[in-house]
Each structure stands twice: as structure tokens, then as C-alpha cells.
């Protein structure tokens, strides 16, 4: 039986999204792994999201709190606000409480991916205080460390990410991902689709 791995993600401006598409392709070279995508649900009115210059969402599907435990590994992307994740998440995460009153989420490992508006709004922190809401789950949280190689260590130009996970700036909101920050999304993806397929396999 294939190893699924869900990557569950909010993008207001297409940035998250992104990384997420990426992170999606690097589970899916792990041979046995299935991942699929998933949106949370918007709190925001069209109206409010067209004032604010977000574009129409996707296609991929919305996802409710019961369907993630269907999967044998997740990965959560979202964007910072004010150096946590976004309240759309939350308000997802929120909707949770069935999954943590059975502790349904327990034992299974957990990536986060991220989004911030500048090179201190977050890339840290937003994972850091993300990371409580896995634990009340029980959760496995799987940071990719330095496991991205070179790659973590790049200086010449601006790159978002950490030993947490995969990470991109918006700035203005006009900066897409870059090929780097693509790259490392690509590698947790795989990484953590790999580190599933074995625990999955070790238990059976």
C-alpha cells in the first residue's frame, strides 16, 4: 500500500502555494509515496480578498479536519502574520479538536513550510510557535536541519528557509520563490516523505 503524504497549505498571494507545489513533486520522487495537495478553508469575504490584490484561489480541493487522517504524513505551509501562522490556518487548526480529543494525529510525523514578508518577519518564529500545535496532536515534528546541504549555507543571495523547513520571502508581494528556496522545498518534500514511508514500513 502506497505511503501518503498530504501537504495542507493557506497562500493569500500564490507564495505559499508555490512552495507547496515544489514540496509536492520531491514526496512524489520518493518511489511508494503518494502526495496530494489541500487548501484550508478561507475566512476572508471575495470582497475583502479583492481589496486586499489576492488573486482567485486555486483549484485544489478544500480539506476538512477528518481527512487528515487519511494520511500517514503531513506537511503544513502557511504565511506569517506578525511572526506566527496566519489566523486562517489557525481557524483550521482550530477545527482540530475532535482529532486531538482521540489524539487521531498522534505518531504521525509533521513538516511546516512558510512564507514571511522580509528577512526578519518571521522565518524563524513562524515554525517555532507553529510547532505547539503539533505537540498537543502529538505529532511527530520532522525539521529538515541542515540536511538541504551547501544549499543552507548560501550567502550570495537572499534565501528564505531554516533547519525547520522551507521558506520563501514575499517582500511587496511581487518576489516569487527563487530557484534555491524552490530547490529546498523540493528536498523537504522528499526528505520527509521518506523519513514517513519508513516509519510506516517499520510498523507494519
Known amino acids: ?9 493557506y ?3 500564490g507564495h505559499v502555494e508555490r512552495l507547496a507545489k515544489e514540496i509536492k513533486k520531491g514526496a512524489e520522487s520518493v518511489e511508494g509515496v503518494e502526495a496530494k495537495l489541500w487548501q484550508v478553508p478561507e475566512t476572508l469575504s471575495d ?10 484561489k486555486s483549484d485544489v480541493p478544500i480539506i476538512t479536519p477528518n481527512e487528515l487522517v487519511e494520511a500517514d504524513g503531513i506537511l503544513f505551509g502557511f504565511p506569517t502574520r ?4 496566519a489566523a486562517q490556518f489557525k481557524a483550521f487548526i482550530d477545527s482540530t479538536g475532535g482529532l486531538w ?4 494525529l498522534a505518531g504521525k510525523p509533521a513538516g511546516i513550510f512558510y512564507s514571511t514578508g522580509s528577512q526578519g518577519g518571521g522565518q524563524e ?6 510547532i505547539t500545535q503539533l505537540t498537543h496532536h502529538g505529532m511527530i515534528f520532522v525539521p529538515i536541519g541542515y540536511t538541504f546541504g551547501a ?7 537572499i534565501k528564505g528557509g531554516s533547519p525547520y523547513g522551507a521558506g520563501t520571502f514575499a517582500g511587496d508581494g511581487s518576489r516569487q520563490p527563487s530557484d534555491l528556496e524552490l530547490a529546498q522545498a523540493f ?18
Open 187 to 204: 528536498h523537504q518534500g522528499k526528505y520527509i516523505a521518506g523519513i514517513t514511508k519508513k516509519l510506516k514500513t517499520s510498523a507494519a
Open 1 to 9: 500500500m502506497a505511503t501518503k503524504v498530504y501537504i495542507v497549505y
Open 11 to 13: 497562500s493569500t498571494y
Open 151 to 157: 544549499g543552507m549555507f548560501e550567502m550570495g543571495e
Open 101 to 104: 480529543r482521540t489524539q487521531a
Open 125 to 130: 518564529t513562524t515554525p517555532l510557535t507553529a
Open 82 to 85: 506578525f511572526g506566527m501562522m
Open 47 to 56: 470582497e475583502i480578498l479583492t481589496k486586499m490584490g489576492g488573486p482567485p
